[in-house]
């Protein structure tokens, strides 16, 4: 399955669109105003609350949390000897990493590749395609790079090593 994530430029608050390869959203992703610290709400294309991204804190290490309708899954940033951030996510037994400065990622689990994460060819602006091998992961993979977005200690810089 063919995923484009778009971010809005020019707003107060995070907003994200995921659309089909035919263009047709699947998932609306907001920030909310009053939060207590950064959160993202992912919704469906008719406006169903799906899920919700935040960071918690208070915690020792870098800590996140994505909470669907079923379950609270729990992501930890683990920096690697490469400099470069891996989140994992525990429950679900999935890790995120690659190069996050040029947008090249996969979320792994185990040595299988669950989803490829990359910049769209000819795009204006930045979307990047994310291609998921199974159709029912897609709201978790989705989940998994927005907190990449969240965290404030993932920049372009740390990414330059390989």
Excluded: C
Aim: hydrophobic letters at 40%; proline letters at 2%; zero cysteines.
């Amino acid at each position: 399955m063919e995923l484009y994530i778009k971010k809005a430029k020019l707003t107060v608050l995070d907003k994200y669109e995921v659309t089909d390869r035919k263009g047709n959203l699947v998932y609306d992703i907001r920030g909310e105003l009053i939060s207590a610290g950064k959160r993202l709400r992912i919704n469906s294309a008719a406006g169903t609350g799906l899920a919700t991204v935040y960071e918690k804190k208070l915690t020792i290490r870098d800590r996140y949390i994505i909470a669907t309708r079923t379950a609270e899954i729990e992501v930890f940033r683990i920096d690697t000897i490469r400099k470069v951030p891996e989140y994992r996510a525990k429950q679900i037994g999935w890790t995120l990493k690659g190069d996050f400065g040029r947008k090249d990622l996969k979320i792994m689990e185990g040595l299988h590749t669950v989803a490829h994460i990359r910049p769209k060819a000819l795009s204006f602006g930045e979307i990047l395609k994310m291609e998921v091998r199974n159709e029912n992961e897609a709201l978790a993979a989705v989940a998994l790079l927005l907190v990449s977005q969240l965290d404030d200690n993932n920049k372009p810089e740390n990414a330059e090593e390989k």
